[in-house]
């Protein structure tokens, strides 16, 4: 049988190894793939429009992956992800559990690839037997972990919507238990969503996990839960909230805090909730004072009795150190700082340090140098102010630009 030329130069083409590792480049794509699902799965919740529609496009994604990785078998790069998928997977499979069209296609691919790929039987069988007791002790584990948080309490969803402004999403709850019940409302951010595909009717809608703020619980269940929202601006809420108090006090990030002029020092505390009687009296206070209290507010002899000096320039240091921190300073050369202690070296010398402002104190300039939107979403239930975006904003309630390891995520 006569081969032809084309025949010819298409073996030569895919005999070639410049081509064959030009192909194992799918296989890094693909794992880039899998390592961003299981990012997803760790710190957002998935959302699916259409599972078959979903399960069909991973299926054939996989399946294409699947041939241009069979055919780099023996590459380095092949070989490497071939190890990787599967382990990357387990976030995946755990946390998206029952999302069977989304998690099987990956895993079939996985195994498959590691079972075929170039690397030798002996690296292979080691890579699997691991990969296996990663699985066994990871799901372990984790269901042992969430059995811990099972609760008995029944909860039903009686609304839910969105803000007039769009960025905010909220959901009203009434939850049966023990205790007579309760009615909560929660508040979510509605525009750190991500979507694959169209964002009107997306595929799959990723949202944000521990991102939902409680603004309101009413004990026991509400007999109604009406929902109100409206649009005002920065100086009619600040208005609103002087009539209610003078004291309002909000906490603000270190970075707003500077924004603000304030430096370490002058933000921090000392802590009467755990001081001795004694030392209450040294300061002029009584036994029965818990409020912590700005050392701006405390002279230079209220200070020593503490064991603190303070500088010209409103720099605070050590005097003497507790017994417990002399090994932490063993080496350490001329004065000691209080602003270069940790919070635990901090809390024995009985100081906190604030990042709480009275809002009274805040002037509108600087409510906008911090950001604040001048007008934004105000929630109601039943009449009652439950929500004010001006305050989440100052709080920063909803830091979507966050991404920290807890155990919150895994429940």
Known sequence: MRISSAEVA??????NVWTKRAAALVSVIYAIFVFRLCYYSIFYDIHIRSRASLCVLVSAVSLLALVFMFYSRNQFLTKLT???????MLPVVLLYLGEWGL????????????LFSGAGEGIKTAMGTLTI???IF????YFLFTSFFVSSAKETVIDKGISPSG???YTVINTEDTSNGSTSVIVEPNYADVFLFN????????????MSRVVHVERPIAKKAEIGWSTQTREEITGELDKISNNITVKLSESDLKKLGYTYDQKLVLSMADLDTTDKFAIGKTAHDVDPIPLDELDDEQLAHFSIGREAGGKYYVLALPADLEDDFKKHEGRIYINTMTTRQLTAMHLIKSRSIVLNDLTDAQLEELGISDEGDVMTFNGEVCFRFYIAELENYFDVNSRKLSLDLIQ
């Open 10 to 15: 298409m073996k030569n083409i895919l005999e």
């Open 82 to 88: 071939s190890f990787l998928i599967l382990p990357a």
């Open 103 to 114: 998690v099987i296609p990956i895993l079939i691919t996985g195994i498959v690839i590691l």
């Open 133 to 135: 007791l990663f699985y």
């Open 138 to 141: 990871g799901a372990l584990g």
């Open 167 to 169: 960025r905010y999403r």
């Open 199 to 210: 964002e009107e009717k997306p595929l799959v809608t990723f949202t944000l996990k521990n």
